[in-house]
């Protein structure tokens, strides 16, 4: 099993930039003059050079980030959604101090039950 190639960025622009001159034939005579195990990774290259160049540059592997959206600042919020967020801001520090309030009970106790 082989391990995934990482071609430079400089590299997949010489072989789009070949491809698209046509002077040195197809995709996979172009692949096995630069070393390249696959003739659709080519193909690919030329896709993404086409409109833009700088695209090669960037990594395009793996998936694209569908967790947690990014935190809001206060100030871009609506004041529905401020109010919202203040509103849940303001329960979870009322349970945080009686939960405080409760272990410093515990512990000035001296008493191990609960």
């Given at each position: 099993?082989?391990?995934k190639q990482k071609y430079s960025p400089h590299l997949k622009k010489k072989v789009a930039q070949a491809l698209l001159?046509?002077?040195q034939g197809g995709a996979q005579?172009?692949?096995r003059r630069f070393g390249i195990t696959n003739k659709s990774q080519v193909k690919t290259w030329v896709k993404i050079y086409a409109p833009d160049p700088q695209l090669l540059e960037q990594d395009h592997?793996?998936?694209k980030s569908t967790g947690r959206p990014k935190t809001l600042k206060l100030e871009e919020m609506t004041l529905d959604a401020e109010l919202?967020?203040?509103r849940m801001e303001n329960t979870i520090i009322k349970k945080w101090v009686?939960?405080?309030s409760w272990a410093f009970f515990y512990l000035q106790s001296g008493d191990n039950k609960v």
């Open positions: 099993m082989s391990k001159s046509g002077e005579a172009i692949a592997r793996g998936r919202e967020f203040l009686q939960l405080t």
